[in-house]
């Protein structure tokens, strides 16, 4: 799986961000439909989402550029997700035998 990073400065921290495939495919995707004025519905058929979901990842592209398809959620923990010891003690556990 490839990938690709780019640099994110927010509130004064600068990180590396790395785009998930989906979301490379989106960034070009949609950079190209920008620069070359293309065909809007024959892009949404493309990317499997709706026209006017392509109006706003234009719209977002044209302000952060590739920062608009990092997904906001990326670097935060599942509010369901369980501790790491906590997933240690149940797999330590689990090999036990009886």
């Not at 490379?24 to 995707?29: A, G, L, N």
């Not at 590739?66 to 923990?77: E, M, P, T, V």
């Amino acid at each position: 799986m490839s990938h690709c990073y780019i640099i994110c400065q927010r509130g004064g921290i600068i990180r590396k961000v790395e785009l998930r495939m989906n979301e490379k495919e989106k960034c070009e995707v949609i950079k190209e439909l920008v620069n070359h004025n293309g065909n809007k519905n024959r892009t949404s058929k493309k990317l499997g989402i709706s026209r006017r979901q392509i109006d706003c990842l234009i719209i977002k592209y044209k302000e952060k550029g590739k920062f608009a398809f990092i997904d906001g959620n990326q670097s935060k923990k599942p509010v369901n997700a369980l501790d790491k010891s906590i997933s240690e003690d149940i797999f330590q556990i689990s090999r036990v035998e009886f």
